[in-house]
Antibody, heavy 117, light 110 residues
Framework: QVTLKESGPVLVKPTETLTLTCTVS??????????VSWIRQPPGKALEWLAH???????SYSTSLKSRLTISKDTSKSQVVLTMTNMDPVDTATYYC?????????WGQGTLVTVSS | SYELTQPPSVSVSPGQTARITCSGD??????AYWYQQKPGQAPVLVIY???ERPSGIPERFSGSSSGTTVTLTISGVQAEDEADYYC?????????????FGGGTKLTVL
């Protein structure tokens, strides 16, 4: 069974850096063409793609957030890590990770991150 | 920046057919994907590569493409289909580069 689970702080202060971890099971991050994406959703709003990373270490970032994002993976730990710098209240959202396999499938349960002083 | 446009809401009675559209200039060149999201839950992939249905998704869900518009069709809508639906694609520069989601459509089953 393929599962993904997000973990990280529930509350961060403005200007701080957010670090989120996605731990996967049921597949290996080293499998050919395997990828994981991060996607977020502000309360009551639409989904927004943030970044992805593939098994060959190919990475891509949202154009609008590229300067603030870094994605990396630790294959031995089955983890994908996303960092977002200079957090702002508008970054308050549920952050999801998802496997890339002919679409995003499946998704983790998501983790709500609130940005507030 | 590239955008995908969806109607904010669609309403149908049980047993009827619901059609949710998604428009974008790059859709003739890029596959579209559809996700169902129920309140408090993570999205679930219901259609991939315009018209393919993942295993476990009921046959009443189907997808089609015509020019710059893709359509998610739910035949014989059931109460459990009430949810938000999002289309997703990418701009024309390449696969999984600049992935974009539509604004979402709330399907109400009357």
């Amino acid at each position: 069974q393929v599962t993904l689970k997000e973990s990280g702080p529930v509350l961060v202060k403005p200007t701080e850096t957010l670090t989120l971890t996605c731990t996967v099971s049921g597949f290996s991050l080293s499998n050919a063409r395997m990828g994981v994406s991060w996607i977020r959703q502000p309360p009551g709003k639409a989904l927004e793609w943030l970044a992805h990373i593939f098994s060959n270490d190919e990475k891509s970032y949202s154009t609008s957030l590229k300067s603030r994002l870094t994605i990396s993976k630790d294959t031995s730990k089955s983890q994908v890590v996303l960092t977002m710098t200079n957090m702002d209240p508008v970054d308050t959202a549920t952050y999801y990770c998802a496997r890339i396999l002919g679409g995003f499938d499946p998704w983790g349960q998501g983790t709500l991150v609130t940005v507030s002083s | 920046s590239y955008e995908l446009t969806q109607p904010p809401s669609v309403s149908v009675s049980p047993g009827q057919t619901a059609r949710i559209t998604c428009s974008g200039d790059a859709l003739p060149k890029q596959y579209a994907y559809w996700y169902q999201q129920k309140p408090g839950q993570a999205p679930v992939l219901v259609i991939y590569k315009d018209s393919e249905r993942p295993s476990g998704i009921p046959e009443r869900f189907s997808g089609s493409s015509s020019g710059t518009t893709v359509t998610l069709t739910i035949s014989g809508v059931q109460a459990e289909d009430e949810a938000d639906y999002y289309c997703q694609s990418a701009d024309s520069s390449g696969t999984y580069q600049d992935v974009v989601f539509g604004g979402g459509t709330k399907l109400t089953v009357l």
